[in-house]
């Protein structure tokens, strides 16, 4: 297999949030995160950066998705981005004084937590690589060794073998129906929705793959994340036509149900302009 090309991808920290160009294939952009005062999790990053062998796996995950399923993008950008909306929610909750769940039952602390989060949203789909059907069971087997490769460079035994167990928790916590019991595996599933924006549909849409989970993220222009003021998280959708509304009732609604994180979130979905944008001039069938 010839060398991946790594190209260096520089982004103000607020459009961490929202889609960005897909990368050519073979490509390596570099994860960034904001990894302020944690150098546990900015060395991991690092060594993730540096590892060939999961930039592959998701990208056999979008060919899966998209190039096969015509489906939304589950791949690098898809990641990148579930990643940092699940920090930035995993700080906001933090600050508003909820204890995650590494740091409550195994009295780790609130860097190693963002660890489990970060890891967790990074390595959820892996499974796509292999099939749509049951990915997320297969996301599992394919995450774990890498991510006991990964942790064994910055953790001692026992506490790598607690995060991995704590990562892979959170990652089959993110399928339909699932039920985290953790604060961290909550947030990587409602983080999954909330990569709702028209970036998400932009390939299979622009092929012509028109069906309600293409139009409703065509629809939504962009997602903010900021304090509440009711609850500690305030989520405001705004949306180009009220199609966009399937992404928040259908999917949102359903993440956010027994995540865990109901009692920390308001969701705010409003249509911007006078006019909603005509997605379809015509549909034949």
Same mark, same amino acid.
């Given at each position: 297999?010839?060398?991946? &090309? ?6 103000? /920290? ?23 005062? !944690? ?8 060594? #993730? !950066? ?11 995950? +979008? ?17 990148? #981005?579930?990643? +940092? ?21 195994? @009295?780790?602390?609130?860097? %190693? ?14 499974? $796509?690589?292999?099939?749509? #059907? %049951? ?20 953790? %001692?035994?026992? /506490? ?45 849409? /622009? ?20 304090? @509440?003021?009711? &609850? ?6 705004? $949306? ?8 928040? %009732?259908?999917?949102?609604?359903e993440k956010l149900k027994g995540s865990g994180l109901e009692p920390y979130l308001e969701v705010e979905a409003m249509i911007e302009g006078e006019s909603e944008k005509k997605l379809v001039h015509l549909l034949r069938m």
């Amino acid at each position: 297999m010839k060398n991946m &090309k790594t190209e260096q991808l520089e982004l103000p /920290e607020d459009e961490l949030l929202q889609p960005s160009p897909e990368p050519e294939r073979g490509t390596i952009i570099p994860l960034r995160l904001p990894t302020r005062h !944690n150098p546990k999790l900015q060395k991991l990053i690092d060594i #993730i !950066n540096q590892d060939q062998e999961v930039f592959a796996l998701w990208e056999c995950a +979008n060919i899966n998705a998209v190039d096969r399923l015509g489906m939304s993008d589950h791949g690098p950008i898809h990641v990148r #981005i579930v990643a +940092n909306i699940a920090l930035r929610i995993h700080r906001l909750l933090v600050g508003s004084g909820v204890k995650p769940s590494v740091v409550q039952d195994h @009295g780790m602390d609130q860097k %190693d937590a963002e660890v489990v989060t970060v890891l967790a949203a990074l390595t959820h789909d892996l499974g $796509m690589s292999i099939h749509r #059907i %049951d990915h997320e069971q297969f996301s599992l087997f394919v995450a774990q060794d890498l991510i006991k490769k990964w942790l064994s460079q910055v953790y %001692d035994l026992r /506490e790598a073998t607690i995060l991995r167990s704590e990562i892979l928790h959170a990652i089959i916590s993110h399928r339909s129906g699932g039920s985290p019991l953790t604060l961290e595996g909550g947030i990587v599933r409602v983080a999954d929705a909330l990569d709702m924006s028209k970036g998400r549909s932009r390939i299979p849409f /622009e092929a012509g793959q028109i069906n309600i989970h293409s139009l409703s993220a065509a629809a939504v222009d962009r997602v903010d994340i900021t304090a @509440g003021k009711v &609850k500690p998280i305030h989520i405001a959708i705004t $949306m180009s036509n009220s199609a966009g509304i399937f992404q928040v %009732d259908e999917l949102l609604r359903e993440k956010l149900k027994g995540s865990g994180l109901e009692p920390y979130l308001e969701v705010e979905a409003m249509i911007e302009g006078e006019s909603e944008k005509k997605l379809v001039h015509l549909l034949r069938m």
